[in-house]
């Protein structure tokens, strides 16, 4: 059983606020926002790492799964 993996989380925008999710990881509160050049930050407490996906910098990463949702969502319109 490992416990201190740490998290990786997919976020659409810049700043992001992080409290080490429950349990032991739990921490204050803390606002952090994503270098833009970097598309990613670690949370200096729990090392979550917030990965920014709505940016240029993870297209390639998220490319399948916007794929998907744009197509939807033009569906949807
Ligand atoms: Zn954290």
């Not at 416990?3 to 989380?9: A, M, V």
């Not at 090392?47 to 910098?57: G, K, M, Q, S, V």
């Not at 993870?58 to 399948?64: C, N, P």
């Amino acid at each position: 059983m490992v416990t201190n993996i740490p998290e990786t989380k997919f976020v659409t925008t810049h700043r992001i606020s992080c409290d080490g999710g429950e349990g032991a990881l739990g921490h204050p509160r803390i606002w952090l926002r994503i270098p833009e050049h970097q598309g990613w930050i670690e949370c200096p407490y729990c090392d979550c790492r917030f990965i920014l996906t709505a940016t240029e910098n993870v297209q390639i990463t998220m490319r399948k799964k916007s794929t998907e949702e744009s197509r939807k969502s033009t569906t949807e319109k």
